[in-house]
């Protein structure tokens, strides 16, 4: 039998949930209304609207004035799908998509599931835990994160230490899900490597401080806040610094 293709890999892998899910298929999709992601990350906000726009339409959605807390859930949203559509397939076929930013394409009208997509699906070359470890910190930390971070400074003063904590964040709530999912279809041994996998990633520098991973519950104790609270309605997320401190 001939090995499964990422494109299959992918598929399988969006079964988790939403977050876990990438559209696959050829086409054209600049025609349909999507930007590579470099064109997100563009720090000239008169060259690269897209990433106020969509602020703006979070913060109208969400009901705050606050700039900051719109750009800062928009950071972690888009975190939190890139990391999913990398851990999975990691966790579960032993090989990371290549998410190269020339080749990951977003809309910036549309939610999940459906704002990203990846005409063509390869498989980075892995053979080893740690060279999916090395992987996924490469291809979504470096490849998209860094660069995101940069941007999301173009639209407003927001703290650095808050979106690091975004992304470890973000990165642990996809393990969350992940490990729910494979403990309730049987896969005890997945799960562990789940965890594993994610403990390896938090132990870059850039999320390194960024809090606490318990591998045994998964859970995370977050150093910083994502501003949730601030939202109309909002609460403390839970692995929120404020809750501990007892806001």
């Known amino acids: 039998m001939p090995p499964e293709s990422m494109t299959e890999t992918l598929c399988r892998t ?6 876990f899910s990438v559209r696959t298929n050829t086409g054209a999709p600049r ?3 999507f930007l590579p992601l470099p064109e997100l990350y ?3 906000s008169d060259s690269a609207p897209a990433l106020h726009k969509r602020v703006e ?3 109208t959605r969400l009901g705050t004035a606050e700039r900051r807390v719109a750009a800062s859930l928009v950071h972690q949203g888009l975190a939190g799908r890139l990391w999913s559509i990398a851990l999975a397939p990691a966790v579960l076929a032993g090989r990371v998509p290549d998410l190269g930013s020339d080749t990951l394409w977003w ?10 997509w990846l005409p063509s699906s390869t498989a980075l070359p892995a053979t080893s835990e740690q060279d999916l ?6 291809t979504v930390l470096q490849g998209h994160l860094v660069p995101l971070h940069r941007a999301i400074g173009t639209v407003c003063p927001i703290s650095s230490r808050l979106l690091w904590g975004n992304a470890a964040s973000a990165l642990v709530g996809a393990l969350r899900v992940l490990d729910g999912w494979c403990r309730r279809t049987g896969r005890r041994k997945a799960a ?6 994610t403990a390896s990633v938090l132990d870059d520098p850039l999320l390194r401080d960024s809090g606490t991973l318990d591998p045994a519950v ?3 104790s977050r150093r910083s806040c994502c501003l949730y609270y601030r939202v109309p309605g909002g609460g403390l997320c839970g692995d929120c610094v404020l809750r501990r401190a007892g806001h």
């Not at 562990?192 to 996998?197: D, I």
């Open 107 to 116: 809309h910036p009208a549309r939610s999940v599931p459906d704002e990203l």
């Open 218 to 220: 998964p859970e995370f």
């Open 133 to 138: 470890t090395g992987q996924l910190q490469t």
């Open 42 to 44: 563009r720090q000239d």
């Open 192 to 197: 562990e490597r789940a965890v594993a996998l």
């Open 31 to 33: 025609e349909q209304g």
């Open 57 to 59: 339409v979070v913060a």
């Open 14 to 19: 969006a079964t988790v949930g939403a977050f």
